[in-house]
């Protein structure tokens, strides 16, 4: 009896362990990386989704009064959840907002903008993450608003809220 | 193309094997086969033949820049140098565990090979529950990450291989820490056939001891060879970061070690049998958890590759039910102990080799719970932390002291009982002698003096004690080495740590800065291009005192596939210290961030892990 008893223990454990692990699936993306420091964001380059031609960040934040960048993935759940929101931001302001796509495979990513729309300007590149990481994210997805001279104004980790939509919306009028 | 071909169908037949060999096994396990016959060692030699078919093709469709291929167009590109297109190969998910499942059958083909005098129905068993893991595996790769996916229409190009993946020590990590890590699975099933069996003796014991031996050594320089990639390539200018992936190479490790002083009580005291099984179960299912934090994306790393929760999910179930079958095996067969006439003394040497467990376990599980508590906590609580060096330092450092006093007691201890009498005077003086040594030479730096001095002291001592043990002639050498490795390793930690500095700066060309009595110049920059890079290298000079002049010749690389910069900084390492430069571009070009370290005895932690592993494999060589 008292042996059963420990053995049901045990089994309890690790199923206990099996579901934190099966759930934390959804959620990747525990790294924590570097602060941002001066608020202002890194300059980097990438190649874009469709055309393969190389873009500076900065050519595109300077040449829009403010820039939304958005760090999505095809593979990550959250993400879709938010594509209804930016489709919605894309279609009532005029907000240049700029898409990059976070450790994809170029197929399911053009798989997943046919299936729900492209509320992106432009799409940048970031198959092995280090862009993102480099810019101190935390994760996808996650939003930076920009202001023409790359100034970090609003950061949303996760996914982007009703809140954080009107905030924009305020914000860029 | 045809080589994609190849690779697959060889997989495909190597599966099917596999299948075969978990039934023939049992076959022969219950019709009670005298010998392990020639049939099952063809099967053997078979599978492992296709998988070795498969993993030429991939070496081979790298190698010729075969972009049908989806996995070499992800991950390499045709002007890539010749040796890194065949590293490549497994510098990616797909490569990587197609070379864990080489590893897999090689082991068991060898583990046939050696096990000539081991009782047939145990090698069987052994074969079994092997190819359980073996048939995973296969069914992983097949499944969820097959390496020879084809594209259509095939791309001109490739996507290029992660530059800082492009470095001769990361080249031979993987290969190395796995033959460690997947090493690890013949002493899993070999433990749970014996179980099965009731074979766990002291006979078994010596012959399980080799392997454990063998997965040790390379799991030791597999980490060994990541730390020196981290030091070198990664420009931070350390060489341990209680990365979350880095932890969970360590966890195998510490469960490995205690095993490997475990066995030691089993082999000359046949005691302690249900806790080697424990461990040699744990230290392969720590392998495997590895894997899963690793390759599901939870964490994310320089290890991550593309993430993809099908595989996160497979790797779970495929852990845990490994985990309930051992549970479960080990429930029905394990068998009580009969320890009345086997007393434990309190002074002995298996009790020193408890405490060595001890300390093991406690140092695994503060390096369990670092590692998976942001997970926990994330799901449950949907709280965000990031637990870093603080944490492990706290909580590992001050134990770190014990250790190393029972590690210099703990090997001259007698077996079964022995006399507290014994301790000499002159022992306890050198240990007082060597916290003296340690707070003269620790004391100007800023540290918490008494607690780094009693560590410096403790770990002295261990050096001393050992070093004396090279003069006695009944000695363990390969025990002395290794212990006398542990405390330089201790040693040289602890004085790059203390007496490390650093300077950081932004530099342009032609600048002077004077920094602790050494003047640095940075005098001019080079432009190369390379095969698949354009190089930026920097000219500096560092003056010190004497007039002595050093220069340092930093890098910047610019890849052109991916488009990625990479730091290599340049080191010049002596016997006492390295010198350690690395530059930053900042905007414009013309200003760069400059970091200069100087870092004492950086060469002897590699030494030291050197002297570690190499007593470990010497015991291999030694006669019974």
Aim: glycine share 4%; with cysteine.
């Amino acid at each position: 009896m008292k042996k059963n008893i420990f053995y049901l223990i045990i089994l309890l454990f690790f199923t206990f362990i099996f579901t934190i692990f099966y759930i934390g699936l959804d959620k990747p993306n525990f790294y924590t990386p570097k602060e941002i420091k001066n608020k202002s964001l890194e300059e980097f380059t990438s190649t874009e989704l469709f055309s393969n031609e190389q873009f500076s960040s900065n050519d595109i934040i300077e040449n829009n009064k403010f820039t939304l960048i958005n760090i999505w993935s095809s593979w990550c759940v959250p993400c879709r959840l938010e594509h209804a929101a930016l489709m919605d931001l894309s279609e009532k302001t005029d907000l240049n907002i700029v898409g990059l796509n976070y450790k994809d495979k170029k197929n399911n990513a053009i798989k997943f903008l046919n299936e729900l729309g492209n509320p992106f300007s432009k799409i940048l590149t970031d198959p092995d993450g280090i862009v993102s990481i480099s810019l101190g994210a935390y994760g996808v997805p996650e939003t930076f608003l920009l202001n023409n001279k790359s100034k970090i104004i609003r950061k949303y980790i996760g996914p982007l809220t009703k809140e954080n939509i009107l905030e924009i919306i305020k914000i860029i009028k | 193309m045809i080589s994609s071909h190849i690779g697959y169908y060889s997989l495909l037949l190597g599966f099917v094997i596999s299948v075969s060999l978990l039934f023939y096994s049992i076959f022969c396990f219950k019709k009670n086969n005298q010998n392990i016959n020639q049939n099952i060692f063809s099967f053997l030699f078979m599978q492992f033949f296709t998988v070795v078919i498969s993993f030429i093709s991939l070496v081979y469709s790298f190698i010729i820049s075969d972009f049908s291929n989806a996995t070499v167009y992800n991950n390499s590109h045709s002007t890539k140098p010749i040796f890194y297109k065949i590293t490549g190969t497994w510098g990616n998910h797909e490569g990587s565990l197609l070379l864990w499942l080489l590893v897999l059958t090689l082991f068991i083909f060898l583990f046939i090979i050696f096990s000539k005098k081991q009782p047939t129905k145990y090698r069987f068993l052994s074969i079994f529950f092997q190819q359980i893991i073996i048939s995973g595996f296969f069914l992983f790769l097949l499944l969820t990450s097959n390496p020879f996916n084809f594209l259509f229409p095939i791309p001109n190009e490739g996507l290029g291989l992660n530059p800082i993946l492009q470095d001769p020590a990361l080249a031979i990590h993987p290969p190395i820490l796995y033959l460690g890590y997947v090493g690890s699975s013949i002493i899993f099933s070999a433990s749970l056939a014996s179980l099965v069996q009731n074979n766990i003796n002291r006979e078994w014991a010596i012959h399980i001891k080799k392997w454990i031996k063998v997965a040790w050594f390379f799991l030791t320089i597999g980490i060994l060879l990541g730390s020196i990639w981290a030091y070198y390539e990664l420009g931070w200018g350390g060489f341990w970061f209680w990365d979350p992936v880095e932890n969970v190479s360590l966890m195998p490790w510490l469960c490995l070690t205690a095993l490997l002083h475990t066995v030691i009580v089993l082999e000359k005291r046949n005691l302690l049998k249900s806790w080697t099984l424990i461990l040699s179960i744990a230290t392969f299912t720590f392998s495997m958890i590895g894997t899963f934090l690793v390759r599901s994306g939870i964490l994310n790393s320089v290890h991550t590759f593309a993430n993809d929760p099908e595989r996160g999910i497979f790797i779970l179930l495929f852990l845990f039910s490994l985990i309930i079958l051992s549970i479960i095996l080990f429930f029905i067969y394990q068998r009580k102990e009969n320890t009345s006439q086997k007393k434990f003394f309190l002074i002995s040497r298996e009790t020193s080799i408890l405490i060595n467990n001890l300390f093991m376990m406690y140092f695994l599980s503060v390096v369990l719970i670092g590692t998976t508590y942001p997970i926990f906590l994330e799901v449950i609580a949907n709280e965000k932390v990031s637990i870093g060096p603080p944490f492990f330092n706290k909580l590992l450092i001050p134990f770190l002291t014990l250790f190393l006093i029972f590690m210099a007691v703990g090997p001259k201890l007698n077996w079964i009982k022995d006399n507290y009498k014994k301790i000499k005077y002159s022992r306890i003086v050198l240990f007082f002698i060597c916290i003296c040594i340690s707070f003269y030479l620790i004391k100007k730096t800023s540290s918490d003096i008494l607690f780094t001095s009693i560590l410096g002291g403790a770990a002295f001592y261990l050096l001393f004690v050992t070093i004396k043990e090279f003069l006695n002639k009944k000695r363990n050498t390969s025990q002395a080495i290794s212990h006398f490795g542990f405390s330089l390793f201790i040693l040289s930690i602890l004085f790059n740590s203390l007496f490390s500095n650093e300077f950081s700066a932004n530099m342009k060309i032609g600048q002077e800065l004077i920094y602790e009595k050494e003047k640095i110049k940075f005098l001019k920059i080079k432009t190369f291009d390379k095969e698949n890079y354009k190089s930026v290298i920097a000219n500096f000079e560092i003056i010190d005192e004497k007039k002595n002049i050093i220069s340092l010749y930093p890098e910047i690389r610019i890849y052109n596939q991916p488009n990625i910069l990479t730091s290599e900084a340049d080191i010049i390492s002596t016997v006492f210290f390295d010198k350690f430069l690395v530059i930053n571009l900042l905007k414009g070009g013309e200003i760069f961030n400059v970091r200069y370290q100087t870092k004492p005895f950086m060469i002897w932690i590699w030494i030291s892990v050197c002297l570690i592993s190499f007593g470990g494999i010497l015991g291999l060589f030694k006669r019974h």
